[in-house]
């Protein structure tokens, strides 16, 4: 009998000590070490004992047939799994309580059941009659998916052995699974790679595409060892802002996909409704005519996306003026208002700044720089920014405007909104098609469009404005403070 071997394991991201510490030292997190038995993850006692047999080698060339797929029936879906669910893939899903997840899986299954598949649920958070009552609620009740409330994996197996193959199994959640082969309690990081290891392997051995929910930690981060994001096909994350109705389902990983590939879906009483036109409904509560908003032409995978960001800057009573972004990454935040007072001589070291990217969309491209720079100038000068312009281009550490990618379907986006102007950077000029029928405004650096908008600023001419409003445009040139 192999001997016992314990050491401390943390829960957070795998990382095995010989003994209790209290930090961390991989992931720098506190108090999340616990004692495991690793001795292995099979006991010697049923470890195969037969020889290794020979395969045969092939070699790179020749033609391999496409991966089949199963539709899903809902197209946001199937964008982001890159067309639909691969016969033998392992994918992870996870996001925030009460996001949605469960849902989503309940719409998907429903129309895969309804369509002739065999698919499969099995719950190990809720009892059966609690996912009938969502069912119920969502209107699904008739759909013919079979439901189980189990947590044993090797039970699970055995179930899912019998009778035809499952096209699609749901697993909510692997947290909740547990393994005869290791001893630990369940969520842990032996009992959470040893279940999705079983998992994964009767997948590959069946053919059946199996979807395996995960919980987060308090960073967004899907809980458990990120050797199980390693060993799966995908990993998808469902974000969302409670307060908003909006839900991103966004591929982090992907196989057999493109990766940060985004579908929008809409929470309403009767569950999740796809939004096929995402630039919509992130534009439809605009606040037209206000200071400090610019719509920015992004691109999510390969959708192209409007979306509003909103700045405030107000004089600050404090010594250290406060820094908050929601949807934006700070460090570039950061990197712009750096940019701004180097070489366009915009003064924001005494004023509190907020950046906000409405409808709660987390946008990850730097070509929000150009976006972020004149909503936080038209806020500071207290300048409108015109209504029917959209803005892209990355910001250099020296002020030029550099180009970014797929230009031709961002103005394309624009101009199906009604949107008549983009600002984007020169040397994107060229390559934007011409057949969008945008006006175009080119800037080579950002003190061009700072000097633009100041002026805006200084011809409204109204009374009240704060000092910054009634500066001249010749205040924001480079070197004059």
Known sequence: MAKSTLSF????????????????????????????????????SIRSKRKGRTFALESLSGKSPDAPRLSSGMTELDRVTGGGFVRGSVLLVGGDPGIGKSTLLTQATSLLARAGHRVVYISGEEAVAQVRLRAERLGLSDAPVQLAAETSVEDIVSTLSEGAVPRLIVI???????TDTVESAPGTVTQVRASAQALIRFAKKTGAAIILVGHVTK??????????????????????????????????????????????????????????????????????????????????????????????????SLGTPRRAVVGWDPSRLSMVLAVLEAHCGVKLSGHDVYLNVAGGLRIQEPAADLAAAAALVSSLVNAQLPTDAVYFGEISLSGVIRPVAQTPARLKEAAKLGFQRAVLPESARGESGGDAGLSLNAVNSLTTLVAEIAARGSRSGESNAPAEKNATPARFRRGEG
Not at 15 to 38: F, H, I, P, V
Not at 172 to 178: A, E, F, L, R, V
Request: charged content about 20%; some cysteine.
């Open 9 to 44: 394991v943390c829960q957070n991201c795998g990382a095995a000590y010989n003994r209790w510490q209290g930090k961390c030292e991989s992931c720098g997190e506190w108090n999340t070490l616990a004692e495991e038995d690793t001795s292995g993850s099979v006991p010697v």
């Open 219 to 316: 960073d967004g981060q899907i809980a458990g060892p990120r050797v199980v994001e390693h060993m799966v096909d995908a990993v998808m994350s469902f974000e969302g802002e409670g307060s908003q109705q909006f839900r991103i389902l966004r591929a982090v990983k992907n196989r057999f996909g493109p990766t940060d590939e985004i579908g929008v879906f809409e929470m309403t009483g009767l569950g999740l409704r796809e939004v096929t036109n995402p630039s919509e409904l992130f534009l439809s509560e605009r606040d037209l005519g206000t200071p400090g908003t610019a719509v920015f032409a992004g691109i999510e995978g390969t959708r192209p996306v409007l979306v509003e960001l909103q700045a405030l800057v107000a004089p600050t």
């Open 172 to 178: 909510d959640s692997i947290q909740t699974m547990w």
